[in-house]
Structure formats: structure tokens, C-alpha cells
């Protein structure tokens, strides 16, 4: 007789599918599904298999070998999207301080500033970031200054680029900086980035396991609370490519939990889970 799903279950998901999951997950985005995690797998497979129709992860497994797009969306919805703007407010004020001012005098030749929000999630970093820029170097109205900002999750980066949030999203944004840089709607139920911080972003799809489409230099990079979900090994290949898009002197930002000791030799901690690129 067949195994039956337990009660309170739609499915049976069985040691083997789990791990084989736990397997398509790392490699397709280099994150590390612990055992522990077993009850989160289960809930997001059960999303997808109610809106496909399907009635087995087997069934569901196959498919994604099947379908890109399918795989696509389990990846969106394995991952986490928690943040919020101004996050880790630290590396925000030391941007502001000494890292965007000591680009203004770097750069004065060029003129071109680059910025990287890698896993920049629903929007709320790049805005931050942009907002910074903004109120630092407003008054140089001929440099080319731009942020790429990437995430591995479709939706949220359509949510990002849609620039309208909840009012309880900027409950913790300064009054002030919030009447600046965002414009009411709904009876003040919304509020929506203008244009000004819009034109500095470019959200671009990228999964940072794939090819990397891009040229760089970076002055500045964020990359906060992606790579706690990688094993070692894959962090050294990320920052390690992070690297090479950096010249000396360049600046990575990474999160409060994270750190560079034993993964990357070619950055120094000057702050606070900031990093500067070794000369």
C-alpha cells in the first residue's frame, strides 16, 4: 500500500526528494539548505504544486528539469526578501561621510561613479543607496553616477522597479528625507520613489551562480545578507569574482552577520563589516 500524507499534509515529501531538492536549490543559486529547513521547503513546494495542479513533489521535480520558467519560479519562491530601507543605517552614514565625498575627488577625471546592489530584493537598498547619493553629491550635475541594482527573484525586482511602497514600509524613514525623496499616493496609503532616485537605478535580473553580464569597475558594492545562505566554498567564488570588478581602494559592504575571515584575502575591514579592496 502506498504511503499516505500525514493529516495536516498535502503531500508526501520524502528524504530522497528533499535532499534532491536541497541539491537543484544550491546549484541553481549557491544556497545552502540546511536539514533544519525542511518545513520552509514544504511550504513553498506546496505553493507551487496547488497552483500547477500537481498532487507529488516527484511530479513537481521532473518538471522544473523541464521548464526554465517553472525553475525560475521555485527559485522565487525558495528565497528570502526581508529588508528594508536605510537597513544596517551604518554603512548608509559612512557612505555619505567619507565614501561618496573621497569618489567625488577620486573620480573628478572621469566623472563616473558605478554602484552595485547585488540581492537588492524589493528596491528598498538601491533607493537608500540613491537617496545618499542624491543628498551628497546633488550639485554634480554632469557626472554620470549610476546603480545597478540585481536579484536572482523576478517579482520582487518588478516590485523594486515599480518604486511604490506601503506608508508602514517608510514608517522608520526620516519625515523629512521621506517628503524629499518620496511622493504621497492614495491618501498617503503608498508612497512612490520620484524621479530623481529612478533615474540613478537600473534593476537588471541576475543569478549570481551564472555568467555575470558585467563590466564594471565598481567604486561600491553591496552585497548584505545574500551569501549567509552560501556554503564557504561558494562564497570564495562570489566575493572572489566581487574582486575583480573592484579596483584597489574600492569599497564592499556585506551583512551584519557575514564576514570575510577565510573567504577573500583581497579585501580589508576598515568598519564594521566594511570592507576596502586591497592596493
Given at each position: 500500500?502506498?504511503?499516505?500524507?500525514?493529516?495536516?499534509?498535502?503531500?508526501?515529501?520524502?528524504d530522497e526528494e528533499f535532499h534532491e531538492i536541497r541539491r537543484v536549490v544550491h546549484r541553481t543559486t549557491g544556497i545552502a539548505l540546511a536539514e533544519t529547513k525542511r518545513h520552509l521547503v514544504y511550504g513553498r513546494l506546496a505553493r507551487r504544486l496547488r497552483a500547477l495542479g500537481m498532487t507529488t513533489s516527484r511530479e513537481y521535480l521532473q518538471f522544473i528539469e523541464d521548464d526554465g520558467g517553472e525553475l525560475e519560479e521555485f527559485c522565487n519562491a525558495i528565497t528570502t526578501?526581508?529588508?528594508?530601507?536605510?537597513?544596517?543605517?551604518?554603512?548608509?552614514?559612512?557612505?555619505?561621510?567619507?565614501?561618496?565625498?573621497?569618489?567625488?575627488?577620486?573620480?573628478?577625471?572621469?566623472?563616473?561613479?558605478?554602484?552595485?546592489?547585488?540581492?537588492?530584493?524589493?528596491?528598498?537598498?538601491?533607493?537608500?543607496?540613491?537617496?545618499?547619493?542624491?543628498?551628497?553629491?546633488?550639485?554634480?550635475?554632469?557626472?554620470?553616477?549610476?546603480?545597478?541594482?540585481?536579484?536572482?527573484?523576478?517579482?520582487?525586482?518588478?516590485?523594486?522597479?515599480?518604486?511604490?511602497?506601503?506608508?508602514?514600509?517608510?514608517?522608520?524613514?526620516?519625515k523629512a528625507r521621506r517628503e524629499r525623496w518620496f511622493v504621497p499616493q492614495a491618501g498617503g496609503a503608498q508612497w512612490s520613489a520620484r524621479d530623481e532616485l529612478r533615474r540613478l537605478i537600473s534593476f537588471k535580473r541576475l543569478n549570481l551562480m551564472e555568467q555575470w553580464p558585467l563590466k564594471g569597475p565598481f567604486d561600491v558594492i553591496f552585497c548584505r545578507n545574500v551569501v549567509i545562505y552560501f556554503d564557504k566554498p561558494t562564497q570564495r567564488v562570489v566575493f572572489g569574482r566581487m574582486a575583480e570588478l573592484q579596483r584597489p581602494g574600492g569599497h564592499l559592504f556585506i551583512g551584519h552577520s557575514e564576514s570575510l575571515f577565510n573567504v577573500c584575502e583581497q579585501y580589508q575591514l576598515i568598519g564594521q563589516t566594511t570592507y576596502r579592496k586591497n592596493d
Open positions: 500500500m502506498a504511503a499516505q500524507p500525514a493529516p495536516n499534509e498535502e503531500f508526501i515529501l520524502t526578501n526581508l529588508t528594508f530601507f536605510f537597513r544596517e543605517g551604518h554603512h548608509f552614514q559612512y557612505l555619505s561621510s567619507t565614501v561618496l565625498p573621497m569618489l567625488q575627488k577620486q573620480n573628478a577625471a572621469s566623472r563616473r561613479i558605478r554602484i552595485w546592489s547585488a540581492g537588492c530584493s524589493t528596491g528598498e537598498e538601491p533607493y537608500s543607496i540613491a537617496c545618499c547619493v542624491l543628498e551628497t553629491l546633488g550639485s554634480l550635475r554632469d557626472w554620470d553616477i549610476r546603480i545597478l541594482a540585481t536579484d536572482l527573484d523576478s517579482k520582487v525586482l518588478a516590485y523594486g522597479q515599480a518604486g511604490i511602497y506601503p506608508a508602514d514600509r517608510l514608517d522608520k524613514v526620516d
